[in-house]
């Protein structure tokens, strides 16, 4: 890929002249096989074009979405980082993370190559049964993280399990 072509999932970005104040704002970039900022799934609610290379998207608060960043040299990769992260309402506490303004909750937080190749992975599997991995629940994105900081193998994301976190979300509005 090239230029701005960085892989994302937009769900229907709508642009517009500027974006509100309300939306946590991360900034991609994407120079091919350097430096690889993009976004694995969430509803961009608002992109900004800066150049070629680089892009400012942004979220709705309560959104969840997965930031991936991926850095090389001429020896190979030097870091890889996935995070997910649920989009804070204004003036809410959260957690600051890199080229991610203000921040957000943290639901995931994983790096090296191989555990974020894992992650990338779940994230297909949850899609293969037809869920979007934004709506997922936020403690399955917990359990993933403390899966694989332990070492372990997370267990799979079901239907059922995704119906339940839908029927307990309905029940607490």
Request: charge should be neutral; aromatic fraction near 8%.
């Amino acid at each position: 890929m090239t230029g701005i072509a960085a892989p994302h999932a937009s769900g229907g970005a709508m642009p517009s002249a500027r974006p509100r104040d309300d939306l946590t704002h991360v900034e991609l970039t994407w120079v091919e096989q350097k430096i690889e900022y993009w976004i694995r799934f969430g509803r961009e609610a608002h992109e900004q074009i800066i150049d070629r290379r680089r892009r400012v998207v942004s979220f709705l608060p309560n959104t969840v979405f997965a930031f991936v960043r991926w850095t090389a040299n001429d020896f190979g990769t030097v870091s890889s980082h996935i995070d997910i992260v649920r989009a804070i309402e204004p003036g809410e506490p959260h957690q600051t993370l890199p080229f991610v303004r203000p921040g957000g909750e943290i639901l995931l937080k994983i790096e090296g190559w191989p555990k974020v190749e894992s992650v990338l992975r779940h994230i297909d599997g949850i899609e293969a049964i037809g869920i979007d991995a934004d709506t997922a629940a936020p403690d399955h994105w917990r359990h993933v993280h403390n899966r694989l900081a332990a070492g372990h193998q997370p267990q799979t994301y079901t239907p059922a399990q995704h119906r339940a976190f839908l029927l307990r979300t309905r029940v607490m509005l």
